[in-house]
């Protein structure tokens, strides 16, 4: 394990891995604009699409279309089917939320054991560790989550930030590559790709 960041960088790195990686749970509705009505559909037609469905149309949407998406699909990775899950899921969210990374931890950990085949549970408790600065068992816990849900862009995204950190830049351009791949406009993976952009390519001769 490598140098760990602290003070403002640490603050601003949880701040982008929380955002992306926690989905619905701290999202804010998105009131719509009569100008932007050309590009956005009434939820309720979302809810009956196909994830696959989802993720197509969202590596073509922009602006509020795009954001939409976003919150469908997270909506979704959120619900596990059980409603023990869901409600660890839930408290563990909140805690966090609260900044008590350890309660966070504790219920993430217990929701992991209780389903181990529900991703978000692993994204969730990856945030948590990265919040605690724990970057090898945040790592860990987002290799699992990618294990389940290859497509799971918040992760990549968080993924992309710790191996950052690491120094492995290579590895980071790949997973904030993948992340946009999936969903154009997700936030941090332009600015991550062109500050990575040197070092990976090279300066031009």
């Known amino acids: 394990m490598q140098t760990i960041p602290t003070g403002s960088i640490l603050r601003a790195g949880v701040m982008a891995f929380a955002f992306c990686c926690a989905g619905a749970a701290f999202s804010q509705d998105v009131q719509e604009d009569p100008a932007d009505t050309a590009q956005t559909e009434p939820p309720a037609q979302l809810s009956d699409e196909t994830m696959e469905s989802l993720f197509e149309k969202l590596s073509m949407a922009d602006g509020r279309l795009a954001s939409r998406i976003e919150d469908e699909i997270t909506?979704?990775?959120?619900?596990?089917?059980?409603?023990?899950?869901?409600?660890?899921?839930?408290?563990?969210r909140k805690a966090l939320e609260k900044r008590d990374i350890k309660k966070a931890i504790a219920h993430f950990s217990r929701l992991i054991?209780?389903?181990?085949?529900?991703?978000?549970?692993?994204?969730?408790?990856?945030?948590?560790?990265?919040?605690?600065?724990?970057?090898?068992?945040?790592?860990?816990?987002?290799?699992?989550?990618?294990?389940?849900?290859?497509?799971?862009?918040?992760?990549?995204?968080?993924?992309?930030?710790?191996?950052?950190?690491?120094?492995?830049?290579?590895?980071?351009?790949?997973?904030?590559?993948?992340?946009?791949?999936?969903?154009?406009?997700?936030?941090?993976?332009?600015?991550?790709?062109?500050?990575?952009?040197?070092?990976?390519?090279?300066?031009?001769?």
Not at 119 to 138: K, Q, V
Not at 169 to 192: C, Q, T, V, Y
């Open 75 to 92: 909506d979704r990775w959120s619900k596990s089917g059980s409603d023990s899950a869901d409600l660890l899921l839930l408290r563990g």
């Open 113 to 205: 054991a209780l389903r181990p085949d529900f991703a978000e549970g692993w994204n969730a408790r990856a945030t948590a560790y990265f919040a605690d600065r724990n970057l090898g068992r945040s790592l860990a816990d987002l290799y699992e989550t990618l294990r389940i849900e290859p497509r799971h862009f918040g992760a990549l995204i968080g993924l992309g930030l710790i191996l950052e950190r690491l120094d492995r830049d290579d590895d980071a351009h790949a997973a904030f590559s993948a992340a946009r791949d999936l969903h154009p406009n997700i936030d941090g993976a332009k600015e991550a790709l062109e500050r990575l952009e040197e070092s990976v390519v090279g300066q031009p001769i």
